[in-house]
């Protein structure tokens, strides 16, 4: 017959035990059970209890066992938990409880046996609950936990039963679990775990019963005997196991991983040597560039010089009315019927001669035809007797051509004749 709990219980100082596990009790947990203050013992598992776990429970600080499991329990885990220095066994399991685990909790530092399986638990695992060094069993499954497996866990170096199954964590396996000598089960199946499995699980020796499928795992599976069934693994991304029945052999995967290894060292060795070899042609043909330049004589300047200048006498216009003194009859040295020959050095010291075209009063050329005719000329005979043209310039104030200078040659022989014509 069912009975509310609620109603039928008062305050008992001296109780210091009360079992009402599996009978048909309804109602709510009274607030007045706080004041027990003698009770080590709570056990009202197995119920129709609804509502939520009151805090005032935290002021029975003689208390060592709670178990409010498989019940209708719903709010949040009373923070006030925290204060129960003594707890070692927490069971709240198979209720409706929501919210997150408070931090609180991590003070129960005597704390062995925590359950809260089956609810709608949600947030990240605390990292607080590495405080739990005396934890023998530690049991989150089928709850709404998130994020990765805190690596505190693995400094539970009592932990005989890890079950984080059902729930949405994510990440990698971490390694430091693989330090639980004392572990015998572990459930990680049903998350979202990626990544390898940690080289430390193969430590495990107290291992029996381990479940990781329904992941995202790949990578070689542990070689004990907890993964023996294919039931353990099944699900996962990518395992695999030499000698295990459903999973492809490591040594091909790791085979065809060591080729792909050594072409890629073979590829960066030769293009590094490929760049070697261009960086050194490219220095080769540097330096003798550089080199040619060099040894280059004034002469070849000069004519470098005047390549530049081209048909234009615009770059050395300021040289050759210096080199000419502004045309001074000092460097005259001929006269012809279109122009006056003068002789002229240079900043460089090399001589050109210079043809000055005489110019008409308005200052025109007096025929610019026969100017145009002679550069054309210049520009497109070649032969041993004929003077090279350098240059010109076209302004109208100093028209003038600049030729190659040749001492005792055939230009210094015309320029003697014209300058004694002159005469």
Same mark, same amino acid.
């Given at each position: 017959m069912p009975w509310d709990l609620a109603e039928s219980f008062g305050v008992y100082p001296t109780l210091n035990y009360i079992d009402l596990s599996s009978n048909n009790f309804y109602g709510e947990l009274s607030e007045k #059970?706080?004041?027990c203050h003698r009770l080590t013992n709570l056990n009202i598992s197995n119920n129709n209890i609804s509502g939520a776990i009151p805090p005032q429970l935290g002021k029975a600080i003689q208390l060592q066992q709670l178990d409010l499991s498989a019940n209708h329990l719903s709010g949040k885990i009373p923070k006030e938990l925290g204060m129960l220095p003594l707890l070692f066994k927490l069971l709240l399991g198979n209720n409706n409880i &929501?919210? &997150?685990i408070p931090l609180e909790l991590g003070h129960l530092s005597n704390l062995e046996i925590l359950d809260l399986a089956s609810n709608n638990i949600s947030g990240p695992i605390p990292k607080q609950l590495g405080n739990f060094w005396k934890l023998r069993s530690f049991n989150l499954s089928e709850n709404r936990f998130v994020d990765s497996i805190p690596d505190e866990i693995g400094k539970m170096h009592h932990l005989e039963s890890l079950d984080l199954s059902q729930n949405m964590l994510t990440g990698e396996v971490p390694p430091l679990l693989g330090e639980l000598q004392n572990l015998e089960t572990l459930n990680l199946s049903h998350n979202e775990l990626s990544?390898?499995?940690? %080289?430390?699980f193969d430590y495990l020796i107290s291992l029996t019963v381990a479940d990781i499928s329904y992941n995202q795992l790949e990578g070689p599976?542990?070689?004990?005997?907890?993964f023996a069934s294919f039931e353990a693994f099944k699900n996962n991304k990518g395992l695999c196991g030499n000698n295990v029945t459903h999973l492809k052999p490591c040594g091909a995967s790791r085979k065809r991983a060591s080729k792909f290894s050594i072409l890629i060292v073979v590829l960066l060795i030769v293009s590094t040597l490929l760049f070697l070899f261009a960086f050194i042609i490219g220095?080769?043909?540097l330096f003798q560039k550089l080199r040619k330049r060099k040894t280059k004589s004034p002469e070849a300047d000069v004519e470098d010089l005047f390549a530049i #200048?081209? %048909?234009?006498?615009?770059l050395l216009y300021e040289h050759i009315i210096q080199g000419t003194e502004n045309f001074s009859s000092k460097q005259c040295i001929g006269t012809g019927g279109y122009g006056t020959v003068y002789k002229a050095e240079l900043p460089t010291g090399r001589v050109v001669a210079v043809k000055k075209l005489h110019s008409s009063e308005d200052g025109d050329m007096a025929d610019l035809k026969a100017f145009k005719s002679e550069i054309h000329a210049s520009t497109q005979i070649r032969h041993r007797n004929i003077v090279k043209l350098y240059g010109f310039s076209s302004f109208a104030e100093n028209s003038f051509l600049v030729y190659?200078?040749?001492?005792?040659?055939v230009c210094e022989?015309?320029?003697?004749t014209t300058k004694k014509q002159k005469d």
């Open positions: #059970w706080g004041q &929501s919210g &997150s990544g390898t499995i940690p %080289h430390t599976l542990p070689n004990i005997k907890a220095i080769y043909f #200048w081209g %048909h234009d006498g615009e190659e200078f040749m001492e005792k040659g022989t015309f320029y003697a």
